[in-house]
């Protein structure tokens, strides 16, 4: 089925709109590979991910590994949906402005 | 990064950008891992020939086998991907899965309708042959999910 088109401005921040790509590419994605994927900070990967957890659109995991803390994230049910309305839309308009 | 006035198009541009920078780490290995990964397949499938407690050891250590390079992958990768997560390419899996399952009980009939012939000889004949469609498999798995890596246009 296809998903009917809608903006959502807390994905389409940049930075947020990578990560939702990223992660509707995989399960579950570790915080270093979206952090040089994006080439962003720490600190900025942080606040974009927080953004989306709150938005209820991905969860956030904490695992150890080799003795260190590691954050994983992958998208919602909620945030599945929404990221794929939300490329609808862009599709739909990317399509208008061609035929602009 | 880009800014806030991105058009639809570079926001677009960006999604694929991204979704290809997963791409490219899960291919990245792919040829290293498919071999492996059909290695193991081709062991637990064929092992199904020989009696108890073979049979259990090959589906064993197959299990262990396929848990250790999902977890090397994973860390080599950053990513967590399992062959039946994505919408189309799991459809591959499941069919090799299948095929595998009907493989394992075809070899139980072979061994109850040929029982003078050797066990070793129809378990690398099966082997050999479970080797090849794992490995087929797993890259048209691999092909699958680079086709549904592209945004819907």
């Known amino acids: 089925m296809r998903p009917v088109p809608r903006f959502d401005a807390v994905i389409h921040a940049p930075g947020r709109l990578q990560i939702c790509g990223i992660l509707s590419a995989a399960d579950e994605a570790e915080f270093a590979m979206m952090r040089d994927t994006l080439e962003v900070s720490d600190s900025v990967l942080s606040k974009h991910l927080k953004a989306?957890?709150?938005a209820g659109y991905i969860k956030l995991r904490k695992a150890a590994a080799e003795g260190r803390q590691r954050t994983w994230a992958s998208l919602t049910a909620a945030g599945r949906k929404a990221f794929a309305?939300?490329?609808?839309?862009?599709?739909?308009?990317?399509?208008?402005?061609a035929q602009a | 990064m880009t800014d806030d006035q991105q058009t639809p198009a570079e926001a677009l541009a960006a999604i694929e950008k991204s979704r290809r920078a997963v791409h490219?780490?899960?291919?990245?290995?792919?040829?290293?891992?498919?071999?492996?990964?059909?290695?193991?397949?081709?062991?637990?499938?064929?092992?199904?020939?020989?009696?108890?407690?073979?049979?259990?050891?090959?589906s064993t250590l197959g299990v262990l086998g396929l848990t250790i390079i999902f977890q090397r992958e994973t860390k080599r990768t950053g990513l967590r991907l399992t062959g039946v997560s994505p919408r189309w390419a799991r459809w591959v899996a499941?069919?090799?899965?299948?095929?595998?399952?009907?493989?394992?009980?075809?070899?139980?009939?072979?061994?109850?309708?040929?029982?003078?012939t050797s066990p070793l000889l129809i378990a690398g004949v099966a082997g050999a042959g479970v080797f090849l469609i794992a490995l087929i498999g797993s890259r048209i798995w691999r092909r699958v999910y680079r086709a549904e890596m592209r945004l819907d246009r």
């Open chain 2, 94 to 116: 499941i069919g090799l899965g299948l095929l595998f399952a009907a493989a394992m009980i075809g070899l139980l009939v072979i061994r109850r309708l040929m029982p003078e």
């Open chain 1, 85 to 97: 309305a939300h490329v609808a839309e862009l599709t739909r308009l990317a399509g208008l402005a």
């Open chain 2, 24 to 58: 490219d780490r899960v291919a990245g290995g792919g040829w290293r891992y498919d071999l492996t990964y059909s290695v193991i397949a081709a062991g637990m499938v064929a092992g199904q020939v020989f009696d108890v407690p073979y049979n259990v050891l090959a």
């Open chain 1, 52 to 54: 989306l957890e709150e």
